[in-house]
């Protein structure tokens, strides 16, 4: 045998007796990787995608929030400067200065909030505010100092601004929620409605075409739907009682009466004029049938002296 064929079936023999086990587990090891491999780039696909959809709603809601919000109101940007975070800022004076103008009538005439707010911009005695901590704890704290009375009396004006419902319909994109009607509706149930709409709207469907079978009698009932109706209207009912019970609580503790309507007023007016005339009508019997017996009475007497 010459050099070449020993040479040939060492190869082989090191092919199939020592290194086929090795190429055998590395197919092995390959193929159990491939479906995690392919499972990984078809998901890495789909989050890329979702991904860009979702920067691409963050920059037309921003797009759109610079258009829709009063970023450029002057009141909010006076408003502003009652942040802690800004103090020290030569803005954050101007703008005080500015809010302080805007409630004049919460400053006395004796102060100088000019000299306050100064020194209130630069005063290094200060608690440390931190970004995230609450603003008007802080303030509070600063007001039982009485350090700055006028300018503390601007600030309770700031922060005590009202801000319920009717408020929020002057940003509310769906602009049917808030009418004459609800407009003293929680914020729970404010927030709930407009979470519903704007899932629809987006979806440019009503509630009867979400939640539409295809046959009204065979179709299959939403069971989840269901109950979630059913705890809603369960919540709903326990939380009347509990204000029902709760203002006649408050009733009985004060000494007040409920108060009633016209038409409840009249109903109950002519229920006790009605009441009235039939006491009215059983005294006047009464006082017939005595009338008849005392005469009949009278007659048995005469007939026994006859």
């Given at each position: 045998?010459t050099?070449l064929g020993?040479?040939?079936?060492r190869?082989v023999v090191k092919?199939?007796?020592?290194?086929s086990?090795?190429v055998e587990?590395?197919?092995?090891v390959?193929?159990?990787?491939?479906?995690?491999?392919?499972?990984?780039?078809m998901?890495?696909?789909?989050i890329?995608?979702?991904l860009e959809k979702?920067?691409?709603?963050y920059v037309?809601c921003g797009k759109?929030?610079?258009?829709k919000l009063?970023?450029?109101s002057?009141t909010l940007?006076?408003?502003s400067?009652i942040?802690?975070v800004?103090?020290?800022?030569?803005?954050?004076?101007?703008?005080?200065?500015q809010?302080a103008g805007i409630?004049?009538?919460?400053?006395?005439?004796e102060?100088?909030?000019?000299?306050?707010i100064i020194?209130?911009?630069?005063?290094?005695t200060?608690?440390?505010y931190?970004?995230?901590?609450?603003m008007?704890m802080w303030?509070a704290?600063?007001m039982s100092?009485?350090?700055y009375?006028a300018?503390?009396?601007?600030i309770?004006?700031?922060v005590?601004?009202?801000?319920?419902?009717?408020?929020e319909?002057s940003?509310?994109?769906?602009?049917?929620i808030i009418?004459?009607?609800?407009?003293?509706?929680?914020i729970?149930t404010f927030?709930a409605i407009q979470t519903?709409?704007?899932?629809m709207?987006?979806?440019g469907m009503?509630?009867?075409?979400?939640?539409?079978?295809e046959?009204e009698?065979?179709?299959?009932?939403?069971?989840?739907?269901?109950q979630?109706?059913?705890?809603?209207g369960?919540r709903?009912?326990?939380?009347r009682?509990?204000?029902?019970?709760?203002?006649?609580?408050?009733?009985?503790?004060?000494?007040?009466s409920?108060?009633?309507?016209?038409a409840?007023?009249k109903r109950?007016?002519q229920?006790?004029?009605k009441e009235?005339r039939?006491?009215?009508?059983a005294?006047?019997?009464?006082?017939?049938r005595?009338r008849a017996?005392e005469?009949l009475?009278?007659k048995?007497?005469?007939?026994?002296?006859?």
């Amino acid at each position: 045998m010459t050099d070449l064929g020993k040479e040939r079936k060492r190869r082989v023999v090191k092919k199939i007796w020592f290194e086929s086990e090795k190429v055998e587990l590395h197919l092995s090891v390959y193929l159990g990787v491939l479906p995690i491999l392919k499972e990984y780039v078809m998901v890495f696909q789909v989050i890329k995608d979702f991904l860009e959809k979702v920067i691409k709603a963050y920059v037309a809601c921003g797009k759109y929030m610079q258009v829709k919000l009063p970023l450029k109101s002057k009141t909010l940007q006076a408003l502003s400067s009652i942040d802690p975070v800004v103090r020290g800022h030569s803005e954050a004076g101007t703008q005080l200065r500015q809010l302080a103008g805007i409630m004049k009538h919460l400053v006395p005439q004796e102060s100088d909030i000019t000299q306050e707010i100064i020194r209130y911009n630069v005063d290094s005695t200060l608690a440390q505010y931190r970004e995230g901590d609450n603003m008007v704890m802080w303030w509070a704290h600063l007001m039982s100092t009485g350090k700055y009375p006028a300018l503390s009396g601007v600030i309770r004006g700031a922060v005590s601004i009202f801000h319920g419902p009717m408020v929020e319909s002057s940003f509310n994109l769906m602009g049917d929620i808030i009418d004459s009607k609800s407009a003293n509706m929680n914020i729970s149930t404010f927030d709930a409605i407009q979470t519903a709409k704007y899932y629809m709207k987006s979806r440019g469907m009503t509630a009867t075409m979400m939640f539409k079978r295809e046959e009204e009698k065979f179709g299959p009932v939403d069971r989840k739907l269901c109950q979630n109706m059913r705890a809603a209207g369960g919540r709903d009912k326990a939380q009347r009682a509990e204000r029902l019970l709760e203002r006649r609580r408050r009733q009985v503790e004060y000494g007040c009466s409920k108060t009633c309507g016209s038409a409840q007023n009249k109903r109950t007016a002519q229920e006790e004029e009605k009441e009235e005339r039939l006491r009215h009508a059983a005294k006047q019997r009464n006082a017939a049938r005595r009338r008849a017996l005392e005469i009949l009475q009278g007659k048995a007497k005469k007939m026994k002296k006859c």
